[in-house]
Nanobody, 115 residues
């Protein structure tokens, strides 16, 4: 059974930084594409960043140059370093694992950017 547990959310001032982490269990982690999504109130869930099993990385245009996704296959974790945070980054952030037709989600962690 796939389990994804996020941590690291919180309240930060504009321009600040946060690091989100996602610990995976129940899967052969290195085989999975991992991603971070976010959902702001009243908006659809959107892809923030993805790191494929082979290491290819992609970002949403809105976070390029500010966010960095990374994975540690030895520790079954994926992280999202978020710098230069803006109020519009406020959302619930979800960890996602995908391989072929298998998709799993974490429970989400709140990130609030406000002064």
């Amino acid at each position: 059974q796939v389990q994804l547990v996020e941590s690291g959310g919180g309240l930060v001032q504009p321009g600040g930084s946060l690091r989100l982490s996602c610990a995976a269990s129940g899967i052969i982690f290195s085989f999975y594409h991992m991603a971070w999504y976010r959902q702001a109130p009243g908006k659809q869930r959107e892809l923030v960043a993805r790191i494929r099993s082979g290491g290819t990385i992609s970002y949403a245009d809105s976070v390029k140059g500010r966010f960095t996704i990374s994975r540690d296959n030895a520790k079954n974790t994926v992280s999202l370093q978020m710098d230069s945070l803006k109020p519009e980054d406020t959302a619930v952030y979800y960890c996602n694992a995908q391989k072929l037709d298998t998709i799993a989600w974490g429970q989400g962690t709140q990130v609030t950017v406000s002064s």
